[in-house]
């Protein structure tokens, strides 16, 4: 089963573990400047929103990168940069419409959420559930779920 | 090793930065944090030093577990000799500035001297700068921080900064950070101004590597983790509620201090509880408090955020105030609530806001208004001194009071001195509830009998902070003692004295410990730092940090006479509720606490104790 990143940011609560877990995954350093991940505060509203790649299914950078460094993963359906081939151009970094393929001065590579192979570490990390990794044809399944209890109610409603 | 192994020392006088090696002896006595900080600072400060002079230091400080993924790994502490109390100042910080000045490769600050002019400093990873800071003098922390990400064109700065109370002196003047989170008690933001340093903005982005077993971290700050989760406060009263879940359990076992401690319920205490947080407004139908919110790497979340009623007196015409912030953690709704005997939710939460934006202390500020609004009813103090009329329950009042407080304008001087001075000025010290001259917080020593023993001894004068007793005496944790009882609670009192003094000097969150002990913290160090951090060690480290503190108050003049309580608990029972007719029994706890401490009849450490604590 394919499968993706799930946000519900309602949940977020800003601590950032997610953000840590995935430097300490890909660098093994706790450092959210080196996160794929970025959690943004907006402190007038107090809403806290996780963003990262959502492995577009007909993705800009992947098309836009002149030397094809970036190719989809088959089992994970993630776009992977291969770093050897990468020249550090970053036109994929103009392409991307979400900003979330960026260049790392360091290393002189892009770099983007590739779906720690299957199990990322910030779904893992996240204490509150507003960053999971689930079936990817059903991201809608619990709002649904929500909503069709409300429904019940109402039917039960009826029917006394 | 999870240090940085670097300090930063800034002398505002000469106007220089430089970088020097963090001293790994002491780190391995006295762990990071409060305990490295205060090691430094009563090595290179004298204790009769002047709180308000440049011979003054002010200490900013990290833990080892700052910036990891330990749990509520994102602290840090400001450490200073307090103007309000003349002892050893120590306030905690969340928020996100401690792990951003550690991701940029330092362990702690050390500002000395004072500048000529304002001044702030700027921190990007190793490069760290001074610059002039007169267009920024005056300005409140909200507008200061836009004002610097704008200046350095980096919407990623995080900020630490004082407002105008610490600018004007007010005594209990803190350190805000990220708008909200505070360095709240003893005064550390009127060091601040005294130094002429309006903020501190950072940026990090080496992060924090060097762990020294990262396999054995991740898996017992995991298990960690899971005992937070899995436990009832930090699982699910916090997070929910915030730190207001006790308002309605404090005032039912009789140990809300209401209208400057004449009073241990308050009746008003439902009105602005965390179910008054949650529910929704006559007035727009909306509730006060919109999310919870995280602090750095915290699994808890236990921070309130609020909006303002729009239509409420306070913010009618002001649209400034009415954006989500920082709302009422249990202290300040105490402090601005049933210390005044006020119950409108939306003035107190407003009051907290001005707190924030100006930079000072809810619990001293509203436990301060508490003795004016006493020395007002008494006639001590008239509405042409004051400015409007001052009776117990109004928000108006209390409002106004900190309008004037946060401007320095009108009466707010006077309070910006806390209630010992200007109760001393006006001829009733006995009305300062305070020790060591730092206001109390919301738990009433008659009704918590622990606590008044932990108030009594506490450090950096009273404090909840320092014993947490309420854990146990109320909570049951780790076990139930009764609250009515003095037997036994010498023994609570320096244990969890003791206890606290780790937890504040690795990095991580003191309220952790409603569901952590030492036993969960030991792994997580051990895994993370060098060195002997085993249960038995960080025993001993606690209390050889809690007899440093001790020390540096003792040669700065205080004495056994100082580990005292107000006369009113002392000699006036407590009128309602379980602990009716009871007085705080301090003289039964005292002698014994010594004893339990190794500690002369004076209170001062004995030459055996110091040895076994390697002092
Ligand atoms: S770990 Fe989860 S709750 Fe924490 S910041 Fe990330 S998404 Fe938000
Ligand atoms: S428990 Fe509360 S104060 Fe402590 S770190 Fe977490 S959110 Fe911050």
Same mark, same amino acid.
């Given at each position: 089963?394919?499968?993706?990143?799930?946000?519900?940011?309602?949940?977020?609560?800003?601590?950032?573990?997610?953000?840590?877990?995935?430097?300490?995954?890909?660098?093994?350093?706790?450092?959210?400047?080196?996160?794929?991940?970025?959690?943004?505060?907006?402190?007038?509203?107090?809403?806290?929103?996780?963003?990262?790649?959502?492995?577009?299914?007909?993705?800009?950078?992947?098309?836009?990168?002149?030397?094809?460094?970036?190719?989809?993963?088959?089992?994970?359906? /993630?776009?992977?940069?291969?770093?050897?081939?990468?020249?550090?151009?970053?036109?994929?970094?103009?392409?991307?419409?979400?900003?979330?393929?960026?260049?790392?001065?360091?290393?002189?590579?892009?770099?983007?959420?590739?779906?720690?192979?299957?199990?990322? /570490?910030?779904?893992?990390?996240?204490?509150?559930?507003?960053?999971?990794?689930?079936?990817?044809?059903?991201?809608?399944?619990?709002?649904?779920?929500?909503?069709?209890?409300?429904?019940?109610?109402?039917?039960?409603?009826?029917?006394? | 090793?999870?240090?940085?192994?670097?300090?930063?020392?800034?002398?505002?006088?000469?106007?220089?930065?430089?970088?020097?090696?963090?001293?790994?002896?002491?780190?391995?006595?006295?762990?990071?944090?409060?305990?490295?900080?205060?090691?430094?600072?009563?090595?290179?400060?004298?204790?009769?030093?002047?709180?308000?002079?440049?011979?003054?230091?002010?200490?900013?400080?990290?833990?080892?577990?700052?910036?990891?993924?330990?749990?509520?790994?994102? $602290?840090?502490?400001?450490?200073?000799?307090?103007?309000?109390?003349?002892?050893?100042?120590?306030?905690?910080?969340?928020?996100?500035?401690?792990?951003?000045?550690?991701?940029?490769?330092?362990?702690?600050?050390?500002?000395?001297? $004072?500048?000529?002019?304002?001044?702030?400093?700027?921190?990007?990873?190793?490069?760290?700068?001074?610059?002039?800071?007169?267009?920024?003098?005056?300005?409140?922390?909200?507008?200061?921080?836009?004002?610097?990400?704008?200046?350095?064109?980096?919407?990623?700065?995080?900020?630490?900064?004082?407002?105008?109370?610490?600018? *004007?002196?007010?005594?209990?003047?803190?350190?805000? *950070?990220?708008?909200?989170?505070?360095?709240? $008690?003893?005064?550390?933001?009127?060091?601040?101004?005294?130094?002429?340093?309006?903020?501190?903005?950072?940026?990090?982005?080496?992060?924090?590597?060097?762990?020294?077993?990262?396999?054995?971290?991740?898996?017992?700050?995991?298990?960690?983790?899971?005992?937070?989760?899995?436990?009832?406060?930090?699982?699910?009263?916090?997070?929910?509620?915030?730190?207001?879940?006790?308002?309605?359990?404090?005032?039912?076992v009789g140990a809300?201090?209401?209208?400057?401690? $004449?009073?241990v319920?308050?009746?008003?205490?439902?009105?602005?509880?965390?179910?008054?947080?949650?529910?929704?407004?006559?007035?727009?139908?909306?509730?006060?408090?919109?999310?919870?919110?995280?602090?750095?790497?915290?699994?808890?979340?236990?921070?309130?955020?609020?909006?303002?009623?729009?239509?409420?007196?306070?913010?009618?015409?002001?649209?400034?105030?009415?954006?989500?912030?920082?709302?009422?953690?249990?202290?300040?709704?105490?402090?601005?609530?049933?210390?005044?005997?006020?119950?409108?939710?939306?003035?107190?939460?407003?009051?907290?806001?001005?707190? *924030?934006?100006?930079?000072?202390?809810?619990?001293?500020?509203?436990? %301060?208004?508490?003795?004016?609004?006493?020395?007002?009813?008494?006639?001590?103090?008239?509405?042409?001194?004051?400015?409007?009329?001052?009776?117990?329950?109004?928000?108006?009042?209390?409002?106004?009071?900190?309008?004037? %407080?946060?401007?320095?304008?009108?009466?707010?001087?006077?309070?910006?001195?806390?209630?010992?001075?200007?109760?001393?000025?006006?001829?009733?010290?006995?009305?300062?509830?305070?020790?060591?001259?730092?206001?109390?917080?919301?738990y009433d020593p008659r009704g918590i009998q622990g606590m008044g023993?932990?108030?009594?001894?506490?450090?950096?004068?009273?404090?909840?902070?320092?014993?947490?007793t309420v854990?146990s005496e109320i909570?049951?944790?780790?076990?139930k003692t009764d609250p009515l009882e003095t037997d036994g609670k010498?023994?609570?009192?320096?244990?969890?004295?003791?206890?606290?003094?780790?937890?504040?000097?690795?990095?991580?969150?003191?309220?952790?410990?409603?569901?952590?002990?030492?036993?969960?913290?030991?792994?997580?160090?051990?895994?993370?730092?060098?060195?002997?951090?085993?249960?038995?060690?960080?025993?001993?480290?606690?209390?050889?940090?809690?007899?440093?503190?001790?020390?540096?108050?003792?040669?700065?003049?205080?004495?056994?006479?100082?580990? *005292?309580?107000?006369?009113?608990?002392?000699?006036?029972a407590a009128?309602?509720g379980p602990a009716k007719g009871l007085v705080a029994g301090?003289?039964k706890m005292?002698?014994?606490?010594?004893?339990?401490?190794?500690?002369?009849?004076?209170?001062?450490?004995?030459?055996?104790?110091?040895?076994?604590?390697?002092?």
């Amino acid at each position: 089963m394919m499968k993706s990143l799930h946000i519900e940011a309602a949940k977020c609560t800003g601590c950032l573990q997610c953000e840590m877990a995935c430097s300490f995954e890909n660098y093994g350093v706790f450092n959210p400047a080196k996160s794929r991940i970025k959690v943004f505060d907006f402190h007038e509203t107090g809403l806290k929103v996780p963003y990262t790649c959502t492995q577009c299914a007909e993705a800009w950078c992947l098309k836009a990168c002149p030397v094809d460094a970036i190719t989809k993963d088959k089992s994970t359906g /993630a776009m992977m940069v291969n770093e050897a081939t990468c020249v550090g151009c970053k036109v994929c970094t103009i392409a991307c419409p979400f900003g979330t393929i960026n260049y790392v001065a360091d290393t002189g590579k892009v770099q983007k959420c590739d779906l720690c192979e299957g199990s990322p /570490a910030c779904a893992d990390a996240c204490p509150t559930g507003a960053i999971t990794y689930i079936d990817a044809d059903s991201t809608g399944i619990d709002r649904m779920r929500t909503w069709a209890a409300k429904l019940e109610n109402q039917t039960a409603g009826h029917a006394d | 090793m999870a240090w940085q192994r670097k300090i930063l020392r800034v002398d505002l006088t000469a106007g220089t930065c430089t970088s020097e090696a963090l001293n790994m002896d002491w780190a391995m006595a006295y762990l990071g944090q409060r305990g490295l900080a205060t090691k430094y600072f009563v090595e290179e400060v004298a204790p009769s030093v002047e709180p308000l002079s440049p011979a003054n230091k002010l200490i900013f400080a990290t833990g080892p577990l700052t910036g990891t993924m330990a749990s509520t790994g994102g $602290r840090y502490s400001v450490i200073t000799k307090g103007p309000l109390t003349g002892a050893i100042a120590c306030s905690n910080s969340g928020g996100y500035w401690g792990a951003e000045l550690k991701m940029a490769g330092w362990d702690m600050i050390i500002l000395e001297g $004072r500048a000529a002019s304002p001044v702030y400093l700027h921190i990007e990873n190793d490069t760290a700068t001074l610059h002039d800071a007169s267009a920024l003098w005056g300005k409140t922390t909200w507008d200061v921080e836009p004002a610097l990400r704008k200046i350095h064109q980096d919407s990623q700065l995080k900020i630490s900064s004082i407002g105008r109370a610490g600018e *004007n002196g007010v005594l209990y003047a803190a350190v805000i *950070n990220d708008l909200h989170r505070a360095a709240g $008690r003893s005064g550390v933001g009127a060091v601040m101004g005294s130094k002429n340093l309006k903020a501190i903005a950072v940026r990090g982005t080496k992060g924090v590597a060097g762990i020294k077993d990262p396999k054995a971290f991740m898996k017992a700050t995991q298990a960690a983790k899971a005992v937070l989760a899995g436990n009832g406060v930090t699982g699910e009263g916090l997070p929910k509620f915030g730190t207001q879940v006790l308002m309605n359990v404090i005032n039912e076992v009789g140990a809300m201090p209401t209208r400057n401690f $004449r009073d241990v319920q308050f009746e008003g205490a439902k009105d602005i509880s965390a179910e008054a947080m949650h529910a929704p407004r006559e007035t727009d139908g909306k509730a006060n408090l919109v999310t919870n919110q995280a602090c750095f790497g915290c699994t808890i979340a236990c921070g309130r955020i609020s909006k303002l009623d729009q239509t409420h007196y306070t913010v009618v015409n002001k649209p400034e105030y009415w954006a989500a912030s920082g709302g009422l953690e249990y202290e300040a709704a105490w402090a601005l609530g049933s210390a005044n005997g006020v119950n409108d939710l939306e003035a107190l939460t407003y009051a907290n806001f001005v707190c *924030n934006e100006d930079g000072f202390d809810p619990i001293s500020f509203g436990a %301060t208004v508490g003795a004016v609004m006493e020395l007002y009813q008494m006639g001590v103090l008239t509405k042409e001194q004051l400015g409007i009329e001052a009776p117990f329950g109004s928000a108006k009042a209390l409002t106004y009071f900190a309008e004037c %407080t946060a401007k320095g304008e009108g009466f707010g001087p006077e309070i910006g001195l806390g209630s010992k001075r200007l109760t001393a000025k006006y001829g009733h010290p006995d009305l300062s509830m305070t020790v060591k001259g730092q206001e109390f917080p919301a738990y009433d020593p008659r009704g918590i009998q622990g606590m008044g023993l932990a108030y009594a001894t506490s450090n950096r004068g009273a404090c909840h902070l320092r014993g947490y007793t309420v854990a146990s005496e109320i909570l049951g944790i780790p076990v139930k003692t009764d609250p009515l009882e003095t037997d036994g609670k010498a023994g609570l009192v320096k244990a969890f004295q003791d206890a606290t003094a780790v937890f504040d000097s690795a990095g991580i969150c003191v309220f952790t410990s409603f569901a952590w002990t030492l036993v969960d913290v030991a792994p997580q160090l051990e895994a993370a730092c060098e060195g002997d951090w085993s249960l038995d060690n960080l025993n001993v480290v606690g209390e050889r940090i809690w007899n440093m503190e001790r020390q540096f108050n003792n040669a700065a003049g205080f004495t056994n006479k100082d580990d *005292n309580l107000p006369k009113r608990l002392l000699t006036e029972a407590a009128k309602t509720g379980p602990a009716k007719g009871l007085v705080a029994g301090l003289d039964k706890m005292l002698p014994e606490y010594y004893a339990e401490r190794g500690w002369d009849t004076e209170g001062r450490p004995t030459a055996t104790t110091l040895e076994r604590l390697s002092l």
